[in-house]
Structure formats: C-alpha cells, structure tokens
C-alpha cells in the first residue's frame, strides 16, 4: 500500500478531530461556536478532546501536530475562527450544523433534499451564522452547510453556496415553510431546491439543463 502523504494524513486528522470536538465541546456545556463566538476561554475543555483523540488515533493526533506545531497553536486557529466562520475556515471545505430535533434523519438520505443559496464572499459570513443559528433552534430543516474560505476544486466560481437541507422532497408544505423561513432571514432572491435524487446520480446544472425540482 502506498505511504499516504503528510497533507493528506493532516487534513484527514482535522475532519476526524473537529467531529470529536465539536461533539466534546457540546457533551461539555455548549458547542464550539457559542463559546467562540462568546470570547471565552475554553482550552481546558478543548484539551480535554485532543487527549481523546490522541489516545484514540495516534498516528492522527501525530499529523495534526507535525501540521500546527502544538495543542495550543491549533487551539488559537479554533478561537480565530476555523470550523466557525466560512472566511476564516481552511483547514475544511464545509462548516456543517445541525437540528437537534432532528436526530435520525441524515442530509444523505435519499428522501432528503437541499435548498441552495449562492452568494459572494462579502455576504457568506452573515448569512451563515444566521442560517446556523436558525438551523440549530429548529426553525429550518435537518441540517445545513456552507462552503469555506479552502479552495474546492469542485467549484464552479468564487461564489460561495449555504445548503439548507429539508428531511423529505416530497412534502412540499415543509419545503416551502423552510423557504419562508429563509425569505424572512434576507434570502429574498428566487433560490433552487434540489433533491438527493439528482444529486446521488450525478446531475448538476448547465447550460440548457435544469436539475432543482423547486423554485422560489
């Protein structure tokens, strides 16, 4: 098997690190963006989840600080905003959250679908937090998620997109309360909705061909 390279292994280490974070962070009192977002001091708890990870995956916990030089410097990157806001993200491609009421339901289910919002990156910080903020009260659908400040060989532009993602396509009333809901978070513009369906089988828009199932 071919050695994998220590990039690779790095940016490896920290999608498996945030997960275990952020799901510390909340085991311990609040997550990772309320305390952030706060300006508070939480690198006793945030020690507490990379001992877990150094115990669990080594060799991971090893690529992580070979990449950030220490526990502390990667906790300054946490505070500066990585995992937290999309313009200072790079160490990931996506910030995701999600609704606790929605437990069980996954954004990959073949039933589920997504709302997407593209902006400019001037705007993708503000919009985020309100999306998050609104996905996390319950007040949206399953989850959502936005693009970051990395550069994603996947995008077509320097756009950057949020999805809001609805449990079932096929309820509409509850895709277009999700679309309300966002008209009266300042998404005002007509947005596409499209289903896993297309999504799972590769199909995305270009000229001539259109793929969202709603608009609104």
Known sequence: MDEVDSDTL?????G???IML???????????FSRVEAGIDFFDDFNAVFADFARDYPPLAD?????FGSVEAVYRTVVAGEGVVPT??????????????ARGLSPTDEQ???WLIFCDTAEVDALWKNVRDATVAGDLGISAKVSTARPNPDSRDDRKVVYVYTRDWSDEADVM???EHLRALGVVDRIGYKRNLETFAGEYSEKGKKVTYYSA
């Not at 790095?10 to 920290?14: G, I, P, T």
């Not at 690529?63 to 990449?67: P, T």
């Not at 200072?88 to 009421?101: E, F, R, S």
């Open 63 to 67: 690529a992580l600080l070979a990449r």
């Open 16 to 18: 498996i690190f945030e």
């Open 10 to 14: 790095a940016d490896a280490a920290y």
């Open 88 to 101: 200072m993200t790079t160490q990931m491609y996506w910030i995701t959250a999600d609704n606790p009421a």
């Open 177 to 179: 309360r999700v679309r």
């Open 22 to 32: 952020s799901k510390g962070l909340e085991a311990r009192g609040a997550p990772l």
């Open 112 to 114: 589920a679908g997504k």
